[in-house]
T-cell receptor, first 115, second 117 residues
C-alpha cells in the first residue's frame, strides 16, 4: 500500500551544524513531494517541494534531494539554528484509482537544535 | 493577506456527543482539505472540498463528514464521538484541487484541538 515513512523519529544536532532528515516513500507513481515544518502549537508550514523530474532543489538554507531509484527523499538544513527546532514532515502526492489525488504525510521527525 | 482560520482552537467533548469545526480558507482559495493529526500517526487525510463538492475522501468512518459553502468556508462534523477521536484537526487551503497541476502548496491553519472524555 501507499505509505510515507521517516527513518528517525528524533534528530538532535548542534547549532551551526547541518541537519539531514530522511524520508522513504512507497508509491512509485508519486511525482510530487513536499517538506513541511510544524512548530509547537502551530499548523504545518511549507518549506520546499520537488517534482520527480528533478533530483535536487535548493531553497534558502534548505536542499531537498530525491532518489527515485530507492524511493528516498531527504531534507538538508544548512547551519541549523534554534529556530529550526520543529517537527518535519514529508508528503507525497498520491493518485487515487478514481483519478483524484491526495497528499500522504509521514509521521514526522522531531529536530532538536542543541546550543 | 489573512491566513487559514480555524475555530474553535480548543474544545472538550464527551463520548457520544457531536462536534462541528470551522475553517475559513485564504481569500481566493477554492480547495479546502481536512486532516486528523494524532501522536505517532502523522497527518491522516479526511476529505477535500472544491467548489462546494467533496472531491476526495480518506479512510474514515461515516461519522466524519464535511461540507463547503459558496464562499469556500468549510465545516467538518464528527458525530457520536469516541475517545480515539481526540486529535488536532487541521484544515488546509489551496488555489486548486490537489493534483490539478500536479503541484500545489497547502496552506494550513493552526488547527482545532479536540479532546474527548
Amino acid at each position: 500500500g501507499e505509505s510515507v515513512g521517516l527513518h528517525l523519529p528524533t534528530l538532535s544536532v548542534q547549532e551551526g551544524d547541518n541537519s539531514i532528515i530522511n524520508c522513504a516513500y512507497s508509491n512509485s507513481a508519486s511525482d510530487y513531494f513536499i517538506w513541511y515544518k510544524q512548530e509547537s502549537g502551530k499548523g504545518p508550514q511549507f518549506i520546499i517541494d520537488i517534482r520527480s523530474n528533478m533530483d535536487k532543489r535548493q531553497g534558502q538554507r534548505v536542499t531537498v534531494l530525491l532518489n527515485k531509484t530507492v524511493k528516498h527523499l531527504s531534507l538538508q538544513i544548512a547551519a541549523t539554528q534554534p529556530g529550526d527546532s520543529a517537527v518535519y514532515f514529508c508528503a507525497d502526492l498520491a493518485r487515487f484509482t478514481s483519478g483524484t489525488y491526495k497528499y500522504i504525510f509521514g509521521t514526522g521527525t522531531r529536530l532538536k537544535v542543541l546550543a | 493577506k489573512a491566513g487559514v482560520t480555524q475555530t474553535p482552537r480548543y474544545l472538550i467533548k464527551t463520548r457520544g456527543q457531536q462536534v462541528t469545526l470551522s475553517c475559513s480558507p485564504i481569500s481566493g482559495h477554492r480547495s479546502v482539505s481536512w486532516y486528523q493529526q494524532t501522536p505517532g500517526q502523522g497527518l491522516q487525510f479526511l476529505f477535500e472540498y472544491f467548489s462546494e463538492t467533496q472531491r476526495n475522501k480518506g479512510n474514515f468512518p461515516g461519522r466524519f463528514s464535511g461540507r463547503q459553502f459558496s464562499n469556500s468556508r468549510s465545516e467538518m462534523n464528527v458525530s457520536t464521538l469516541e475517545l480515539g477521536d481526540s486529535a488536532l484537526y487541521l484544515c488546509a487551503s489551496s488555489l486548486r484541487l490537489a493534483g490539478y497541476t500536479n503541484t500545489g502548496e497547502l496552506f494550513f491553519g493552526e488547527g482545532s484541538r479536540l479532546t474527548v472524555l
